[in-house]
């Protein structure tokens, strides 16, 4: 079960504020691109699709046929439609696919929704055809310090808003991940960060900082005391940035772990 309801509210949120345009996710292009290797006739299902703009982006960037599992049906609703794009109701455990169907499995920010995180790694194998990747967008709380070595304000959020760290904690760790897909018979083929990009300022951030907590899972564990002291510290940023000539440009870096 998510942890979030995904309501038409929420849905709308989520699409309004929470989808990287497309402009800042070049880097995320060629990342897949080398692990993926795409070529024309491939299948990539898209688990937990939310409001399908990986699964629009991928059928764009690669021309593939995606198909797009999502068990919401409030964001099943704001998944662009076109005839090499098909949505599904259906979870990472109990996908709606043939066996051996697809190409590559595509699981964005969407693991710390699974509750059996084994079971669906069983699921994805039935459904992959062999040596077929699985494209893990995360973060994963081990990776970060102490018990790693990245920093954990790499994650924009948590930069203004340290609180949502505690969510974080909770979410599937590197090694139980591993382990869980390697007992599919998955094995781990690459690991590295990736970073994506927002053409909008602070400003602008501030401006939707309201909606993003009704779209996020990690915002939606805040006080009101923790959100309006996240937001008081990014008002300050964005005065710091009107008296700069060139304010700092808004990224984020996640996790790519790639299996096969």
Same mark, same amino acid.
């Given at each position: 079960?998510?942890?979030?309801?995904?309501?038409?509210?929420?849905?709308?949120?989520?699409?309004? $504020?929470?989808?990287?345009?497309?402009?800042?996710?070049?880097?995320?292009?060629?990342?897949?691109?080398?692990?993926?290797?795409p070529s024309q006739g491939m299948t990539l299902v898209d688990i937990g699709a939310?409001?399908?703009?990986?699964?629009?982006?991928?059928?764009?960037?690669?021309?593939?046929? $995606?198909?797009?599992?999502? /068990?919401?049906?409030?964001?099943?609703?704001?998944?662009?439609?076109?005839?090499?794009?098909?949505?599904?109701?259906?979870?990472?455990?109990?996908?709606?696919? /043939?066996?051996?169907?697809?190409?590559?499995?595509? #699981?964005?920010?969407?693991?710390?929704?699974? /509750?059996?995180?084994?079971?669906?790694?069983?699921?994805?194998?039935?459904?992959?055809?062999?040596?077929?990747?699985?494209? %893990?967008?995360?973060?994963?709380?081990?990776?970060?310090?102490?018990?790693?070595?990245?920093?954990?304000?790499?994650?924009?959020?948590?930069?203004?808003?340290?609180?949502?760290?505690?969510? %974080?904690?909770?979410? /599937?760790?590197?090694?139980?991940?591993?382990?869980?897909?390697?007992?599919?018979?998955?094995?781990?083929?690459?690991?590295?960060? $990736?970073?994506?990009?927002?053409?909008?300022?602070?400003?602008?951030?501030?401006?939707?900082?309201?909606?993003?907590?009704?779209?996020?899972?990690?915002?939606?564990?805040?006080?009101?005391?923790?959100?309006?002291?996240?937001?008081?510290?990014?008002?300050?940023?964005?005065?710091?940035?009107?008296?700069?000539?060139?304010?700092?440009?808004?990224?984020?870096?996640?996790? #790519?772990?790639?299996?096969?």
């Amino acid at each position: 079960m998510a942890r979030i309801n995904y309501d038409d509210r929420t849905a709308a949120a989520f699409k309004a $504020v929470r989808e990287v345009p497309r402009d800042g996710l070049w880097e995320w292009r060629e990342a897949v691109r080398r692990h993926l290797r795409p070529s024309q006739g491939m299948t990539l299902v898209d688990i937990g699709a939310g409001t399908g703009a990986f699964t629009a982006a991928f059928s764009d960037w690669f021309d593939l046929r $995606v198909l797009a599992v999502e /068990p919401s049906a409030a964001m099943r609703a704001q998944i662009r439609r076109a005839p090499a794009i098909q949505v599904f109701e259906g979870d990472a455990s109990a996908l709606p696919l /043939p066996d051996e169907s697809a190409d590559a499995a595509w #699981l964005s920010l969407v693991i710390h929704h699974i /509750p059996d995180l084994a079971l669906a790694a069983n699921e994805i194998r039935r459904v992959l055809r062999p040596g077929a990747p699985v494209l %893990i967008r995360q973060g994963f709380p081990d990776r970060y310090e102490p018990l790693g070595t990245l920093k954990l304000d790499s994650i924009e959020l948590v930069r203004w808003f340290p609180e949502t760290a505690r969510s %974080i904690e909770t979410f /599937p760790s590197i090694k139980d991940t591993r382990k869980a897909f390697a007992a599919a018979g998955f094995h781990q083929d690459a690991l590295e960060q $990736v970073r994506e990009t927002y053409p909008t300022s602070l400003a602008d951030f501030l401006g939707q900082v309201d909606t993003f907590r009704q779209a996020d899972t990690t915002m939606r564990n805040l006080t009101e005391g923790e959100f309006l002291r996240g937001k008081e510290s990014l008002r300050d940023a964005v005065r710091q940035d009107e008296n700069t000539a060139n304010p700092e440009i808004r990224c984020n870096w996640l996790d #790519l772990l790639v299996l096969r």
